[in-house]
């Protein structure tokens, strides 16, 4: 008599344990590492402004560089974001404005100031001042209006041309009565056109827009220009403008920025310091517009990080998951190198981990039936599972991948009126935080998945129940066709899951979530087709085919 072969089952035995190690390993990996399609992981935030410049640093630097307006704003952001080094700079720029009480009203020192010192008296206060009260007094403005009358500049020559035009739609013409604001504001723009502290490419716009409103002698666009100015020259000092219209490309930007100004002021030192931190207010601009206070609020995580950071953050244009588990500290400097590979390896990991696991949890449980049952428990069942988690978790881990762009309550645009006639009505606050999944949406999908796969072993282990017992082929059809109802269980427990879920969330005891709910629903539906498809259909054909000879017989 031959002797069993018990090297067998220490081989599959070795084998289930291997699969499963790596296949629980490579599930982790990508599970916790730090890349997303839509969405960036605070982890290469980290990553990327690790030996950076910090905003405490930037500051110090402003400093060097006797801006202390702009060092200002970048202070308060630096305090803002709870930059460590926020309190020694502090120190030494209350230290620098006692020292150079003259650059304080201006927020710096800039040779193109000479024309506008006219406006500056005895009483003028030794504080940040905005620029436009330096030109709010008429002899300030005539001053100025001299100077600049002698400019060889064909664009500061058509912008102040523009005074001249009666047809205004929300300033008072400016050589009415009430016309000071946008007498004002003409001439500041002149002057930061006349001195060079427009971008390149912020001058030739703003050039044509002036130029076309005295061709047509209609204000147009030009107006919302003179309108941001107003906003901005309202709010900031001389230097603390012209760096902020230094790194504006377009006159879309400056809008952009100053409507940031009107509808989320609170937020000005932080957005102000990342525009000048990446010398990009267009990226920093278009990323609020788009994503709102949360958006500022990943501005101020990244400002927290280091300039590497920001910059991320601004080229990215993507919203910040805010993960509550462990991450890849050290998997965040592939993923900033390799993005695209990063995204690539952490979905085959999951993909094969996934596979490992099944197949080793099929060859434990199942490979003493496989030999009995040919055919009922094929292999790609695993491959095919695994597939279905793979695209499963890739939903799941990208918590933007579905969510349509929706309109955020920073894309709202005021409609100012004419100045000094009536007040600008308020903005309507549009709601547009979505809640990312949390850890009990996570975890209530698990629940429904394990229940399916407890329903999907179930099922397999009745199959080869009916294939064990010493019975006639078509009593075995039978057998089968009794089991129908177990064979769609799936299915019932499914439905089940999401009542139990919508019921739950109506009577308040869980948090509304119709993700988790529906969910069962579809790992049911996922269940049942893998058990009546892949199992039960084939076992019936092998079964018809064995009663065919028997019953001919």
């Not at 919203?319 to 990063?342: I, K, N, Y």
Request: glycine share 8%; hydrophobic share 50%.
């Amino acid at each position: 008599m031959p002797k069993p072969d018990t090297a067998l089952p220490g081989a599959i035995s070795v084998a289930w344990i291997a699969g499963v190690l790596a296949g629980l390993a490579l599930l982790a990996g990508a599970w916790l590492l730090p890349v997303n399609v839509k969405s960036l992981n605070p982890a290469l935030l980290r990553e990327a402004g690790r030996g950076t410049q910090s905003v405490a640093a930037f500051a110090r630097a402003l400093l060097d560089l006797d801006r202390p307006g702009p060092a200002q704003l970048v202070l308060e952001a630096a305090r803002t974001v709870n930059d460590p080094g926020a309190g020694a700079v502090g120190v030494l720029c209350e230290d620098y404005l006692k020292r150079h009480r003259d650059m304080v009203p201006w927020g710096g020192w800039d040779p193109a100031l000479e024309p506008l010192l006219v406006g500056r008296t005895a009483a003028t206060p030794a504080e940040p001042t905005p620029v436009l009260k330096f030109l709010v007094t008429a002899p300030a403005r005539d001053a100025m209006r001299k100077y600049l009358s002698v400019s060889r500049l064909p664009g500061v020559q058509a912008l102040l041309k523009t005074g001249e035009l009666t047809t205004t739609q929300r300033f008072v013409p400016a050589r009415r009565p009430g016309g000071q604001p946008l007498d004002a504001v003409i001439l500041l723009t002149a002057y930061l056109w006349q001195t060079e502290h427009l971008s390149p490419t912020l001058q030739r716009e703003v050039r044509a827009l002036a130029e076309t409103a005295v061709a047509t002698g209609q204000m147009g666009p030009l107006e919302d220009f003179y309108l941001d100015i107003l906003t901005l020259g309202k709010r900031l000092n001389w230097v603390q403008l012209s760096e902020l219209l230094r790194t504006a490309s377009n006159p879309g930007t400056v809008a952009q920025f100053a409507h940031l100004t009107r509808v989320a002021p609170e937020h000005l030192p932080v957005i102000y310091t990342a525009a000048l931190l990446t010398r990009s207010a267009d990226g920093v601009a278009r990323y609020l517009i788009a994503f709102g206070k949360p958006g500022a609020e990943n501005l101020r995580l990244a400002l927290a990080s280091g300039e590497g950071a920001v910059r991320q953050l601004v080229t990215r244009q993507a919203p910040v998951v805010h993960a509550s588990g462990l991450e890849f500290e050290f998997g965040a400097g592939f993923v900033l190198r390799h993005p695209e590979l990063a995204v690539l390896a952490k979905y085959a990991a999951f993909l094969l981990g996934a596979f490992l696991l099944l197949r080793s949890i099929d060859l434990r449980l199942f490979f003493p039936e496989e030999k009995r049952l040919p055919g009922a428990f094929p292999r790609m069942g695993s491959g095919v599972l695994a597939s279905i988690l793979t695209f499963i978790f890739f939903v799941f881990s990208e918590p933007f991948l579905l969510k349509a762009a929706a309109a955020t309550d920073y894309q709202v645009r005021l409609v100012v009126p004419i100045l000094g006639q009536t007040a600008a009505p308020a903005a309507k606050t549009i709601s547009t935080t979505a809640p990312a999944m949390d850890i009990a949406t996570i975890l209530s999908i698990t629940v429904f998945a394990a229940l399916q796969v407890g329903m999907y072993v179930i099922c397999l282990l009745k199959l080869a129940e009916v294939d064990r017992q010493p019975l006639p082929a078509a009593t075995k059809l039978e057998l089968l066709a009794n089991e129908e109802n177990l064979f769609d269980g799936g299915l019932y427990v499914g439905i089940a899951g999401t009542a139990t879920a919508l019921v739950l969330q109506v009577l308040g005891v869980i948090e509304a979530n119709l993700l988790a709910a529906y969910s069962s629903n579809l790992f049911g539906i996922i269940c049942v087709a893998l058990v009546k498809i892949r199992h039960v259909r084939s076992y019936k054909r092998k079964l018809i085919l064995e009663a065919k000879p028997a019953v001919a017989a």
